[in-house]
T-cell receptor, first 112, second 111 residues
Framework: ETGVTQSPTHLIKTRGQQVTLRCSSQ?????VSWYQQALGQGPQFIFQ???????GRGNFPPRFSGLQFPNYSSELNVNALELDDSALYLC???????????FGPGTRLLVL | AQSVTQPDIHITVSEGASLELRCNYS??????LFWYVQSPGQGLQLLLK??????LVQGIKGFEAEFKRSQSSFNLRKPSVHWSDAAEYFC?????????FGKGTRLHILP
């Protein structure tokens, strides 16, 4: 039990729709990172937020965006969903940028 | 650019046997190194990490890993595996404010 929660656990959307995934970090953790894990692959870094500002981004298009709130919660928004966006989305919180990351259980997104 | 290679997609060992999972990384400086485990349908759990200092790192569940700079490796070991160790194992390198994961090694345990 890492203290990091994500909602919803599962989600089904159709191509072209928009989705918002939510994460609640451990209290006191200033950094949240989001990852996409396709089936049979390792997690791919999407972006990281530190004290409510984006602090690093992987090779994902701008339709992937995020927000971090002062209450240690955060969101991942994906616009114009594509079939390839189907994956497990993981958030991870940490005290600081490269400190130990604690992962949530993930949200499994299916795009039809 | 930094990268992580886990050359073994699947590994099968008998319960009670020893285990070594391989990990090689590419990075210009000394990176932060991690091993995570993921059970089916679960998130990632940190087994151990290397930031600096002693190159032999002890983790949870009886796992250890050794950082070898000359080989750019960070292999995970366990002297005697248990059936509950069956899972997917990910090596990761932390650099430039992000963590890069390998593609994982799935560990199967024979009774």
């Amino acid at each position: 039990e890492t203290g990091v929660t994500q909602s919803p656990t599962h989600l089904i959307k159709t191509r072209g729709q928009q989705v918002t995934l939510r994460c609640s970090s451990q209290s006191g953790h200033n950094t949240v990172s989001w990852y996409q894990q396709a089936l049979g692959q390792g997690p791919q870094f999407i972006f990281q937020y530190y004290r409510e500002e984006e602090n690093g981004r992987g090779n994902f298009p701008p339709r992937f965006s995020g927000l971090q709130f002062p209450n240690y919660s955060s969101e991942l928004n994906v616009n114009a969903l594509e079939l390839d966006d189907s994956a497990l989305y993981l958030c991870a919180s940490s005290l600081d940028q490269l400190e130990t990351q604690y992962f949530g259980p993930g949200t499994r997104l299916l795009v039809l | 650019a930094q990268s992580v290679t886990q050359p073994d997609i699947h590994i099968t060992v008998s319960e009670g046997a020893s285990l070594e999972l391989r990990c090689n990384y590419s990075y210009g400086a000394t990176p932060y190194l991690f091993w995570y485990v993921q059970s089916p349908g679960q998130g990632l759990q940190l087994l151990l990490k290397y930031f600096s200092g002693d190159t032999l790192v002890q983790g949870i569940k009886g796992f250890e890993a050794e950082f070898k700079r000359s080989q750019s490796s960070f292999n995970l070991r366990k002297p005697s595996v248990h059936w509950s160790d069956a899972a997917e194992y990910f090596c990761a390198v932390g650099a430039d404010d992000k963590i890069i994961f390998g593609k994982g090694t799935r560990l199967h345990i024979l009774p």
